[in-house]
């Protein structure tokens, strides 16, 4: 059967390798672990065309249950402020399309570059979690201090991770993909 997210999934796997490698490397400040899902509950989650449409087929996959409860939080979204609200796919705080979750959603935690070339970290870190120990909370950056005291091993490099660097990846253009419009989460699952 032809698989119109081929393509997509060559793409993402290689994504994928590439994050795991960033969160190994980064791995001395990441305090991710299963059920934490502050990452799910306050975010506006920017997604293009083709990462909602696979994220909506893994959603179609689910039991009808679960889709039920989407569905009603999806409903509880319609007056939302649309700059923070929690993920209507979060379901017993973990997510229930985790393997079709868009790119926003697997650089969750890891510390990445602003377009300014800046250090910008998750925001967890200011609630004591990724990257809070070198965290210097009166600049809001990156403390060298505390990387040295408090003997990191590796000093933290910075990615570029932002969803317009990965939709401009050559392999990208190479895979041919479309991304389609780009927008929040909510307006693609809310139209008037
Ligand atoms: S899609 Fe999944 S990982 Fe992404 S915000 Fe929603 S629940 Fe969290
Ligand atoms: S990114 Fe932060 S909030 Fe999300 S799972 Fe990791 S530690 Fe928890």
């Known amino acids: 059967m032809n698989n119109k997210f081929e393509n997509y999934e060559k793409f993402l796997n290689v994504i994928d390798d590439d994050l795991r490698k960033i969160f190994q490397y980064q791995s001395e400040y990441i305090e991710c ?3 934490c899902s502050l990452c799910c509950r306050q975010g506006d989650y920017p997604l293009s065309s083709i990462e909602f449409d696979y994220l909506m087929s893994g959603f179609n996959l689910l039991d009808e249950d679960i889709k039920n409860l989407i569905r009603q ?6 007056n939302c402020d649309k700059t923070s609200y929690i993920c209507p796919f979060l379901i017993n705080n973990c997510c229930s399309v985790y393997n079709y979750r868009p790119f926003v959603c697997r650089a969750f935690g890891v510390l990445t570059e602003d377009s300014k070339g ?3 970290f998750p925001f967890c870190t200011t609630k004591g979690l990724n990257f809070s120990k070198i965290y210097d909370e009166e600049k809001k950056h990156l403390s060298s201090d505390l990387v040295k005291k408090n003997n990191f091993k590796i000093f933290p490099k910075i990615f570029r991770l932002s969803n317009n660097v990965l939709m401009n990846l050559p392999l990208a253009k190479e895979l041919n993909i479309e991304f389609g419009e780009a927008k929040k989460l909510v307006d693609f ?3 008037d």
Request: charged share 25%; glycine share 6%.
């Open 33 to 35: 672990k299963r059920g």
């Open 73 to 78: 939080n999806i409903e509880a979204l319609r």
């Open 118 to 120: 800046n250090p910008s």
């Open 189 to 191: 699952l809310i139209q």
